[in-house]
């Protein structure tokens, strides 16, 4: 269905799709400013449902839509894989893919010679449209937060605030104990999960029946108040391994991460896992301790989280206007306002480049010259890992061979060559267990069983040559990457 806006132009429907009400969250700033635009705006929870134009956030889904837009549901997303993020995020299938600031660019920068991570049209940071409610008219959500607080009827001066991803193990009882007896108010605020959930919810429930009313300091927060609001009033935040612990850095405030506490996605349930340079780390047992000290020092905790919150979050306020003015421009087949942001594997890979066509003229000393500091800058190119390596086992240098060629094979979306390379430097060095572990990995890459056969006489040819080669000899027969 199309919509005509002031202009008398006809505009496509966009359709947002969530799985919760987070998800949902993620995504209202995006659709309110498609709305003000005039684009009729639909929310759907079946992500399979055809749409015009669809804007995802969930999990490795696949899109159904004319023009698509994929952006994070939460700052923490697979932060148990991190940094291999679009290995498992089918990204490539969208137009447009969208990450909220710094780090998470950073983040893509590492995999973005995967061709998952690259969708049709680029990856932009145009950050995090939940940033807006705070950035985008301060004055307004000030007096919200303002009233929530007076909602709430607050004792104390200071509050510390608890958040969790999962309720599990009577956690929320944990902090209530911690800090009842403070002259703190102690702020609980679950996350709005969806009835999928059943045994969360029902946790949920236990928790704040045992909490409503137990103490004039103890305040339960409907789950359904957005979490900006309640981080306006914390001091401190205590959580397992939340995405609220980044999105505090919004609002200067410090995060506390239990991490002995359990999380229950696996069987048996696993510690909280909390890859984030920015939070403070503690156990159940010095949670108390960990926040008063915060607490004594606020000031300079403050300045640390404004530094941490810049490398988090870009355009704070204009996220939701960036994402649209390029939808439109995209949809118009004018050049983006904000353009992608550019793969440094992409700039590495033209010095590679430069660097074959001295090795193709047999002038490896100025091919060196640019690919040795591309190798100190980690760069994500695997061919320069690969063709160093391989000049390093023509010089009879194994130890740097394996060094670059391990390198390479790691970061080769399709590590058929490092790998055989690899392979053939451990027959060198004699290191047959090493070679023939490198031969199993090769045989899940290559296709035929007919290569398979071939590589596995290859490698058993070359071993066999190496146990009759004087100490050291050493092979010319690596492949180079082109």
């Given at each position: 269905?199309?919509?005509?806006?002031?202009?008398?132009?006809?505009?496509?429907?966009?359709?947002?799709?969530?799985?919760?009400?987070?998800e949902?969250?993620?995504?209202?700033?995006?659709?309110?400013?498609?709305?003000?635009?005039?684009?009729?705006?639909?929310?759907?929870?079946?992500?399979?449902?055809?749409?015009?134009?669809?804007?995802?956030?969930?999990?490795?889904?696949q899109?159904?839509a004319?023009?698509?837009?994929?952006?994070?549901?939460?700052?923490?997303?697979?932060?148990?894989?991190?940094?291999?993020?679009?290995?498992?995020?089918p990204?490539?299938?969208?137009?447009?893919?969208?990450?909220?600031g710094?780090?998470?660019?950073?983040?893509?920068?590492?995999?973005?010679?995967?061709s998952?991570?690259?969708?049709?049209?680029?990856?932009?940071?145009?950050?995090?449209?939940?940033?807006?409610?705070?950035?985008?008219?301060?004055?307004?959500?000030?007096?919200?937060?303002?009233?929530?607080?007076?909602t709430?009827?607050?004792?104390y001066?200071?509050?510390?605030?608890?958040?969790?991803?999962?309720?599990?193990?009577?956690?929320?009882?944990?902090?209530?104990?911690?800090?009842?007896?403070?002259?703190?108010?102690?702020?609980?605020k679950?996350?709005?999960?969806?009835?999928?959930?059943?045994?969360?919810?029902?946790?949920?429930?236990?928790?704040?029946?045992?909490?409503?009313?137990?103490?004039?300091?103890?305040?339960?927060?409907?789950?359904?108040?957005?979490?900006?609001?309640?981080?306006?009033?914390?001091?401190?935040?205590?959580?397992?391994?939340?995405?609220?612990?980044?999105?505090?850095?919004?609002?200067?405030?410090?995060?506390?991460?239990?991490?002995?506490?359990?999380?229950?996605?696996?069987n048996?349930?696993?510690?909280?896992?909390?890859p984030?340079?920015?939070?403070?780390k503690?156990?159940?047992?010095?949670?108390?301790?960990?926040?008063?000290?915060?607490?004594?020092?606020?000031e300079?905790?403050?300045?640390?989280?404004?530094?941490?919150?810049?490398?988090?979050?870009?355009?704070?306020?204009?996220s939701?206007?960036?994402?649209m003015?390029?939808?439109?421009?995209?949809?118009?087949?004018?050049?983006?306002?904000?353009?992608?942001?550019?793969?440094?594997?992409?700039?590495?890979?033209a010095?590679?480049?430069?660097?074959?066509?001295?090795?193709?003229?047999?002038?490896?000393?100025?091919?060196?010259?640019?690919?040795?500091?591309?190798?100190?800058?980690?760069t994500?190119?695997?061919?320069?890992?690969?063709?160093?390596?391989?000049?390093m086992?023509?010089?009879?240098?194994?130890?740097?061979?394996?060094?670059?060629?391990?390198?390479?094979?790691?970061?080769?979306?399709?590590?058929?060559?490092?790998?055989?390379?690899?392979?053939e430097?451990?027959?060198?060095?004699?290191?047959a267990?090493?070679?023939?572990?490198?031969?199993?990995?090769?045989?899940?890459?290559?296709?035929?069983?007919?290569?398979?056969?071939?590589?596995i006489?290859?490698c058993m040819?070359?071993?066999?040559?190496?146990?009759?080669?004087?100490?050291?000899?050493?092979y010319?027969?690596?492949?180079?990457?082109?």
């Open positions: 269905m199309t919509k005509t806006n002031s202009s008398n132009r006809s505009l496509p429907a966009m359709t947002f799709f969530y799985t919760d009400n987070c949902r969250q993620a995504l209202a700033p995006v659709a309110l400013e498609a709305e003000h635009r005039g684009f009729e705006v639909k929310f759907s929870t079946n992500s399979k449902e055809r749409a015009e134009i669809g804007v995802y956030c969930e999990h490795a889904c899109p159904n004319d023009f698509s837009v994929i952006m994070l549901h939460d700052l923490a997303q697979r932060h148990d894989i991190w940094p291999s993020f679009w290995r498992y995020e990204w490539n299938e969208f137009d447009m893919g969208i990450v909220p710094k780090s998470w660019v950073d983040r893509w920068q590492t995999q973005a010679g995967f998952m991570a690259r969708p049709r049209l680029g990856v932009f940071d145009s950050g995090w449209p939940k940033a807006d409610l705070v950035f985008r008219d301060k004055e307004v959500f000030s007096l919200e937060a303002d009233k929530l607080r007076k709430l009827g607050l004792k001066e200071k509050s510390v605030l608890y958040a969790p991803s999962w309720e599990n193990h009577g956690k929320q009882d944990d902090f209530v104990k911690a800090f009842i007896d403070l002259p703190v108010n102690v702020l609980l679950q996350a709005p999960w969806s009835n999928a959930y059943p045994e969360v919810l029902s946790n949920i429930r236990q928790m704040n029946e045992l909490h409503r009313g137990c103490a004039d300091n103890v305040h339960i927060i409907d789950v359904e108040v957005s979490i900006m609001y309640c981080l306006s009033l914390a001091d401190v935040l205590v959580s397992d391994e939340s995405s609220v612990l980044t999105e505090a850095l919004l609002l200067d405030v410090p995060g506390v991460a239990v991490t002995d506490w359990l999380i229950p996605d696996t048996p349930p696993r510690p909280a896992s909390v984030y340079d920015y939070v403070t503690t156990t159940k047992s010095k949670m108390r301790e960990t926040v008063e000290a915060i607490l004594a020092e606020p300079s905790t403050r300045q640390k989280t404004r530094q941490d919150r810049d490398n988090q979050f870009s355009n704070l306020g204009k939701a206007v960036l994402i003015d390029n939808i439109v421009a995209a949809l118009e087949g004018r050049a983006l306002p904000t353009p992608a942001v550019t793969a440094q594997v992409d700039l590495d890979r010095e590679y480049l430069r660097a074959e066509q001295y090795i193709n003229a047999s002038d490896n000393l100025e091919a060196m010259k640019i690919l040795i500091p591309l190798v100190q800058a980690e994500e190119c695997w061919e320069v890992y690969n063709d160093l390596g391989t000049m086992f023509n010089e009879g240098n194994l130890e740097d061979a394996f060094f670059l060629l391990e390198n390479a094979v790691k970061r080769a979306p399709d590590p058929v060559i490092p790998l055989s390379n690899l392979i430097t451990y027959c060198a060095a004699g290191q267990d090493m070679a023939l572990f490198n031969l199993a990995q090769l045989s899940r890459h290559v296709p035929k069983s007919q290569n398979k056969i071939a590589a006489r290859s040819e070359t071993l066999l040559s190496a146990q009759q080669a004087p100490e050291y000899e050493h010319t027969n690596l492949t180079m990457s082109a």
